[in-house]
Structure formats: C-alpha cells, structure tokens
C-alpha cells in the first residue's frame, strides 16, 4: 500500500491534503501529528477518511517537536485500530520522551492493537561533537524492534540505500520513499541519484507486503500550483507502480 505524507503539505489544510491524495490515487494516508489542532482530533480525522473513502494507516510525530507533542499524539492515535506509528529514537536530552516511548508506548501498542516502528533520521550533532540522538543507527534500530526506513535520511547520512533490505530482513515493516535530486533530498520518484528502480524491484522480488509512505519536500511539489503538485504526484505514483506493484505482480504470477 502506497501511503501519502501529511508533513509533505505545510501550508495546505488536512481536507485539500485528503483530495490531492485521493485526485492522485493514493491508497492511504499516513499524518504528522503537529501543533494544528486539526491533527489532534481524532473524530475530525475519521471525519476526512470517510469522506474521502482514505484510511489513516500510519501516524508519525515532527523529529523536532517529540518532547512537545508526545502527549497529544497519545491521546489521538489511541482512538484507531491497527495502524503503525513512525517514531524517531529520542533526542540526547528528550528525558521525558525517551520514557514514553521506552514504556509507555509498548504498552499503548498492546491495549489498541497497534505497531511501532522506529525511524532513522539524519544524524546531527549537537555543540559540534554529541550526536543529537544516540540510538539512531540502523544495527540500533534493528536491537530495538521494527524499523521505517526513510531513504533520504540513509542519503543525508551518506549510506547506500541497498544493503539495509538484506540487513533489516523481516524487521524492515515500512519504508519512507523519496529521491535525491540536485543535492535535494525528499525529491519526487522519478528523477534523482538514488538507484529507486533496484530498490523497489528487490523488495519486489522478495515479496515483501508493508506499506511504503511518499514524503516529498513542500518545495519540490510546488506548493500553490495545484496542477503542478497533482502532477508530481501522479507521476511518483506511476514510478512506483511501473517498478514495485507491476515488477510484484510478475514475480507472483499475476498479470493482466
């Protein structure tokens, strides 16, 4: 399932974000919960899946913002069923985050049937020389459980994009999509430096079943030119049809 990513459309409300996913032929959303309140309402939010006929499959937290909006993000996702949870590890000093995801959250996945999956994210340093986050490696991320793979944060941090498939194994459960074009990360599918097509065609061939989630850049989908935008996302569509879904049908057997 190709999910699209709320954090991609800053300036838009969640309602135009629902119809560009559903004008584009998404399969289903996955939504930052931030400071608007909106993203906080878990029956406004059933709201825009029934009314858009998207369902809410993931929901992540701003790598910023954990230690602000933990609590918040809680209290919504608790309200759905069966969905994942795209978290970072905590920051260095984040005592309070690092707490509710080490404890509480385990026992929040249990009680409402839902799946955690930790995020790398890019490495930053901290006074030049404290790495932001300490358990943000992929062999870290492994030790802890189920991983999201973003594969611009593996660009930003100057790793290979391949060898995490065989690496992770069965613990890779969701895959961030993004290219890297012009230096620019969380570029549109199409065009870009990372090798997209031998990616996708693995996890193809491995038959693997997660959901994959496009997170672009607000910059790079042109935000305030709506045909513009619905066409980048058309077109990182196809690419991802044209190299996973039709490359996973060969591989099974079914075809038109």
Same mark, same amino acid.
């Given at each position: 399932?190709?999910?699209?990513?709320?954090?991609?459309?800053? &300036?838009?409300? *969640?309602? %135009?974000?629902?119809?560009?996913?559903?004008? =584009?032929?998404?399969?289903?959303?996955? $939504?930052? $919960? +931030?400071?608007?309140?909106?993203? /906080?309402?878990?029956?406004? *939010?059933?709201?825009?899946?029934? %009314?858009?006929?998207?369902?809410?499959? =993931?929901?992540?937290? !701003?790598?910023?913002?954990?230690?602000?909006?933990?609590?918040?993000?809680?209290?919504?996702?608790?309200?759905?069923?069966?969905?994942?949870?795209?978290?970072?590890t905590p920051q260095s000093f984040a005592f309070k985050? @690092?707490?509710?995801?080490?404890?509480?959250? !385990?026992?929040?996945? /249990? @009680?409402? +049937?839902? %799946?955690?999956?930790?995020?790398?994210?890019? =490495?930053?340093?901290?006074?030049?020389?404290? !790495?932001? %986050? +300490?358990?943000?490696?992929?062999?870290?991320?492994?030790?802890?459980g189920h991983v999201c793979l973003d594969l611009s #944060?593996?660009?930003?941090?100057?790793?290979?994009?391949?060898?995490? $498939?065989?690496?992770?194994?069965?613990?890779?459960? &969701?895959?961030?999509?993004?290219?890297? &074009?012009?230096?620019?990360?969380?570029?549109?599918?199409?065009?870009?430096?990372? !090798?997209?097509?031998?990616? *996708?065609? @693995?996890? #193809?061939?491995?038959?693997?079943?997660?959901?994959?989630?496009?997170?672009?850049?607000?910059?790079?989908? &042109?935000?305030?030119?709506?045909?513009?935008?619905?066409?980048? *996302? @058309?077109?990182?569509?196809?690419?991802?049809?044209?190299?996973?879904?039709?490359?996973? #049908?060969?591989?099974?057997?079914?075809?038109?």
């Amino acid at each position: 399932m190709l999910l699209l990513h709320s954090q991609s459309f800053p &300036h838009y409300g *969640l309602e %135009r974000f629902f119809q560009f996913a559903k004008d =584009a032929g998404f399969d289903g959303v996955e $939504i930052m $919960i +931030n400071e608007n309140f909106d993203t /906080q309402s878990p029956s406004y *939010l059933k709201k825009l899946e029934e %009314r858009f006929g998207l369902p809410i499959k =993931a929901f992540s937290l !701003p790598s910023k913002k954990e230690e602000e909006l933990y609590m918040a993000f809680q209290e919504t996702v608790k309200e759905f069923n069966d969905v994942v949870l795209n978290l970072t590890t905590p920051q260095s000093f984040a005592f309070k985050y @690092k707490k509710w995801i080490n404890n509480t959250v !385990p026992q929040l996945c /249990q @009680k409402c +049937n839902l %799946r955690l999956n930790f995020r790398n994210a890019p =490495a930053q340093m901290m006074l030049g020389m404290i !790495p932001q %986050r +300490n358990d943000n490696s992929l062999f870290s991320l492994k030790e802890k459980g189920h991983v999201c793979l973003d594969l611009s #944060a593996l660009w930003a941090n100057k790793e290979e994009i391949m060898k995490p $498939i065989g690496f992770l194994g069965d613990k890779l459960r &969701h895959v961030y999509l993004s290219n890297v &074009h012009k230096n620019l990360a969380y570029s549109p599918l199409p065009t870009g430096v990372l !090798p997209l097509e031998s990616f *996708l065609r @693995k996890l #193809a061939q491995m038959h693997y079943s997660k959901d994959f989630t496009l997170v672009l850049s607000p910059s790079s989908l &042109h935000e305030g030119e709506d045909a513009k935008l619905l066409e980048i *996302l @058309k077109e990182s569509k196809q690419f991802f049809a044209d190299f996973f879904t039709n490359a996973q #049908a060969v591989n099974t057997g079914v075809t038109e």
